[in-house]
């Protein structure tokens, strides 16, 4: 049975960091892409970031862009997403998904497996 369990979130102040982590039980590991997307409250789920299978090739949101990076160790089955100067708006349930596409995509749909997420909360 395929579980995602994410951890990590908690409540920060604004231009604070946190690192979400994401543990996967897929025997292949090294051959999924995982993404990272969030869902506040009243709005719909929206991409955050994704590395492909191997690491090689990352891609965020704009709105993240030079403030999160994320990483993968294949050897833990883990994804990091490292969150620095964190803002208000970054509150959200976090949530990570992994991709059979290898290379990681934007949409949600391209996830086949989902964890239950974690809760950032960022206050000014």
């Known amino acids: 049975q395929v579980q995602l369990v994410e951890s990590g979130g908690g409540s920060v102040q604004a231009g604070g960091s946190l690192r979400l982590s994401c543990a996967a039980s897929?025997?292949?590991?090294?051959?999924?892409?995982i993404g990272w997307f969030r869902q506040a409250p009243g709005k719909a789920r929206e991409f955050v970031s994704a590395?492909?299978?191997?690491?090689?090739?990352?891609s965020y949101a704009d709105s993240v862009k030079g403030r999160f990076v994320i990483v993968r160790d294949n050897a833990r089955n883990t994804v990091y997403l490292q969150m620095n100067s964190v803002e208000p708006v970054d509150t959200a349930v976090y949530y990570c998904?992994?991709?059979?596409?290898?290379?990681?995509?934007?949409?949600?749909?391209?996830?086949?497996?989902w964890g239950q997420g974690t809760q950032v909360t960022v206050s000014s």
């Open positions: 998904a992994a991709s059979s596409r290898m290379w990681g995509t934007s949409s949600p749909s391209d996830y086949a497996y």
């Open positions: 590395i492909s299978y191997s690491g090689g090739s990352r």
């Open positions: 897929l025997r292949t590991f090294s051959s999924y892409a």
